[in-house]
């Protein structure tokens, strides 16, 4: 079973990593429009930073861009792809297939972007057997066979909070070392796998307190001790 590659031991900062997939959603939006060079300056914009850290930015990659033409589209799509380690194929499984799963597994953007989704399971007696954009869901019971039978490389969680411990800790004992979690609980796992997280409610959460800012309404004390 692969692993998604690391960005190449080049002292990259997490920051610069997590700003990366910015760039290359802006750049495969400009290829599209048939946009071959672009400054960093609009480049930046696009991907919603300054120009100085996006060109700071891809120093890390050894991409510099050519001084009054700016970047080629194609090139810097490779470059960052290759860093991301997206120019092969990652077979994703999906545990969980209520709504969220569901919606997932139906998403066509992964393939675009280098993920395929290889396989979707449940407990659910109901779901099991169901047909989800070609693919069968398979039984919770067969994960650990399912991994191994699919390569699977990075897992989705879209499981309740109580089931998603036990489904992690099964998952990486079958050998996956990615994991992205959907689920509203924070996972424990070995330092060797690698935890994204992605919590709905903790964002709109964050977005009420902004209105309530923007409202002017109650601001939280703070403690000057």
């Given amino acids: 079973m692969k ?18 997939p910015l760039y290359l959603r802006a750049l495969h939006g400009m290829a599209e429009r048939g946009i071959a060079t672009v400054s960093s300056e609009d480049l930046a914009g696009a991907a919603g930073v300054n120009s100085a850290k996006l060109r700071k930015d891809l120093s890390h990659l050894g991409s510099y861009g050519t001084r009054g033409v700016g970047y080629d589209v194609e090139y810097l799509v490779y470059q960052i792809s290759r860093e991301l380690g997206l120019t092969q194929d990652w077979a994703v499984a999906i545990v969980g297939v209520g709504n969220l799963g569901r919606a997932l597994a139906n998403y066509g953007g992964f393939v675009s972007r280098g993920f395929r989704v290889a396989a979707l399971i449940d407990a659910d007696p109901e779901v099991v057997g169901d047909s989800i954009a070609g693919l069968n869901v398979e039984h919770i019971d067969e994960l650990e066979a399912v991994i191994k039978r699919r390569g699977v490389s990075i897992v989705v969680l879209a499981t309740p909070a109580a089931a998603a411990q036990v489904v992690c800790d099964r998952v990486i004992a079958v050998g996956v070392t990615s994991i992205l979690n959907f689920a509203p609980v924070v996972l424990s796992v070995p330092e060797s796998v690698d935890v994204r997280k ?6 709109l959460q964050i977005l009420a307190f902004h209105e309530q800012r923007k409202a002017g309404g109650p601001l939280m004390a703070v403690d000057s001790q």
């Fill in 3 to 20: 692993s998604p590659s690391q960005p190449r031991d080049r002292g990259i900062p997490e920051a610069t990593v997590a700003r990366l």
């Fill in 198 to 203: 992605v919590d709905l409610s903790i964002e």
